[in-house]
């Protein structure tokens, strides 16, 4: 998982071969924004979805609407969740490059 692969840079020391790590940490962060930009596009569609259902609602809402509803808004929360804990951690990341670039 992305979260992991960049706890495990972030927790590694810089490596003697400081050329081949910060070239881990670029790609790192280049798939670690590519993987944010999916998981926010999920929340766009799962937010699209939510509103359709709240738009199409009768006065009553079924059964089977309620349960979409919840499990929608389930993955709504978990989805925000990933973005912000993956977002920090890129920022992490992205300051650790700069502190390597920096040395080097």
């Given at each position: 998982?992305?979260?992991?692969?960049?706890?495990?840079?972030?927790?590694?020391?810089?490596?003697?071969?400081?050329?081949?790590?910060?070239?881990?940490v670029d790609?790192?962060?280049?798939?670690?924004?590519?993987?944010?930009?999916?998981?926010?596009?999920?929340?766009?569609?799962?937010?699209?979805?939510?509103?359709?259902?709240?738009?199409?609602?009768?006065?009553?809402?079924?059964?089977?609407?309620?349960?979409?509803?919840?499990?929608?808004?389930?993955?709504?929360?978990?989805?925000?969740?990933?973005?912000?804990?993956?977002?920090?951690?890129?920022d992490s990341?992205?300051?650790?490059?700069?502190?390597?670039?920096?040395?080097?």
């Amino acid at each position: 998982m992305m979260i992991d692969r960049i706890r495990n840079i972030l927790a590694t020391p810089s490596s003697a071969e400081p050329t081949s790590f910060l070239e881990l940490v670029d790609s790192t962060l280049t798939e670690g924004y590519a993987h944010a930009l999916q998981l926010e596009a999920e929340r766009w569609r799962i937010e699209r979805r939510i509103g359709e259902l709240i738009a199409a609602l009768p006065s009553e809402t079924s059964e089977l609407e309620a349960s979409e509803l919840a499990e929608l808004s389930e993955r709504l929360a978990s989805a925000n969740e990933s973005i912000a804990a993956l977002r920090a951690l890129l920022d992490s990341l992205r300051e650790r490059r700069s502190e390597l670039r920096n040395a080097a």
